[in-house]
């Protein structure tokens, strides 16, 4: 269980680093990682594209709730000179080159590899320099479908499939409590001191400063997606409805607030941007909900299969879906959201979680339903490395001190952390 032992790695959650980034002029590409066929250890030039010119707007703002009202119109020159750069790298098209194969090797799994270095198959759970593992959290019995690391907390908290919620210490790395629910835990997130729980036909709501525990009825079915905006937490429910409730200070609860309804099935992702709710459904459509009124004011249906995710970045809206691709939405004159950018994998695409590495540069972690986690610059898409796991990763969390959180469909939790290195390219 222990990589690189949990004491030391625990207490190595620092501040990022504030080194400067090396001189991109000095920089070179290694020609044989383009062409996907590097085999040099320690290869002295880069196994990543250079960077674009570093941007007047800080990274702090990318990944978070956006004050404006609307997402950048096409063709805005707010963003990247008024150029459309998604996929693109240093103004050209960003063509897949030619991989190698990646295919991990099934007897290391089971740790009887006899080749050793010289097996063909992957003998590691990623491939890149820009991220290593620290180590990784054994416990829960099924798939972890919630990762959470409270406001002001030492503790970091998953809930799985299980039923089950588990505290763990961030100096030791050890389990130090279960909270049995009695039902399967759909999802879970935190906002500032409140970790919040979907369960069937019900939220749990836990204030990790005051031990305040609260059970938010209203949901049929089971809750499968979160989130907190305008003063209200909302949830994504089996029946196609989303559920709002405020707190009250008064009285230390959470009232209803209201249920939007629309979506004809289960509604498994929401996200909160630019005053708008959106929400993601196994219906294959996305709807945009105006924060203020709670009306629905556009439906996105370019999608052709469940769409699992959303994400909020940079005043785009970001999605995917089992129907194997990400879609980029920008802002129209009308102000309604068009696709100005499709990526599209080899798999299905479950998760969508957005990072910052050492350098405060934007990354995009994309989990497939081929066990794997895509790792990519945005908005280029530039492939940076990729995380592999025994079965499919559900949950992604970033955490303090360049950290980042994976919980696959073994239960398993990884706690991953930044390279140095990521700083100098």
Not at 136 to 147: A, M, N, P, R, Y
Not at 236 to 252: F, H, M, P, R, V
Not at 299 to 310: E, K, P
Request: one cysteine or more; glycine letters at 10%.
């Amino acid at each position: 269980m222990d990589v690189d032992g949990n004491k030391r790695v625990f207490q190595r959650l620092g501040a990022p680093s504030t080194a400067n980034p090396g001189d991109p002029s000095k920089q070179k590409v290694c020609y044989h990682w383009r062409a996907g066929k590097c085999t040099r250890y320690q290869c002295p030039f880069l196994h990543r594209e250079l960077p674009p010119p570093t941007s007047n707007e800080g990274p702090g703002k990318r990944f978070a709730e956006h004050s404006g009202s609307q997402f950048y119109r096409k063709g805005s020159n707010k963003f990247n000179g008024g150029s459309n750069t998604w996929g693109r790298v240093h103004g050209t098209n960003n063509m897949p080159a030619a991989k190698k194969s990646e295919k991990l090797c099934n007897f290391w799994l089971q740790g009887k590899c006899a080749y050793g270095e010289g097996c063909r198959f992957l003998h590691s759970w990623s491939v890149g320099d820009s991220f290593s593992l620290l180590t990784q959290l054994e416990s829960h019995q099924k798939v972890v479908t919630g990762i959470a690391f409270p406001s002001g907390s030492d503790k970091l908290y998953t809930g799985s499939k299980d039923e089950s919620v588990r505290m763990w210490d961030c100096q030791s790395g050890q389990c130090t409590c279960v909270v049995n629910l009695g039902g399967e835990v759909g999802c879970m997130i935190s906002e500032g001191p409140w970790l919040f729980v979907g369960l069937p036909n019900l939220v749990k709501a836990w204030n990790t400063q005051t031990s305040a525990d609260l059970s938010l009825s209203g949901p049929v079915g089971q809750v499968y997606a979160l989130v907190v905006g305008n003063s209200m937490l909302f949830a994504g429910t089996q029946d196609g409805s989303i559920l709002a409730w405020k707190y009250n200070e008064a009285t230390n609860n959470f009232d209803p607030a209201a249920s939007l309804t629309g979506h004809s099935v289960a509604v498994i992702s929401l996200v909160v941007g630019a005053k708008r709710l959106y929400s993601g459904s196994m219906d294959n459509t996305i709807r945009v909900w105006n924060l203020e009124n709670l009306q629905c004011m556009q439906i996105l249906t370019d999608h052709t299969s469940i769409v699992m995710s959303v994400l909020c970045w940079d005043q785009f809206l970001l999605s995917c879906s089992l129907d194997k691709t990400i879609k980029v939405w920008a802002g129209t004159e009308s102000g309604n959201l068009e696709v100005t950018y499709t990526h599209t994998e080899d798999h299905g695409v479950l998760f969508l979680c957005g990072v910052h590495d050492l350098a405060g540069k934007p990354v995009l972690l994309c989990a497939c339903n081929d066990n794997s986690v895509r790792v990519y610059d945005l908005p280029s898409f530039s492939e940076r490395g990729k995380i592999f796991a025994k079965q499919e990763v559900r949950a992604i969390q970033p955490g303090p001190g360049g950290i980042f959180f994976t919980g696959d469909g073994t239960g398993q939790v990884r706690v991953w952390k930044w390279a140095e290195s990521s700083v100098q390219q």
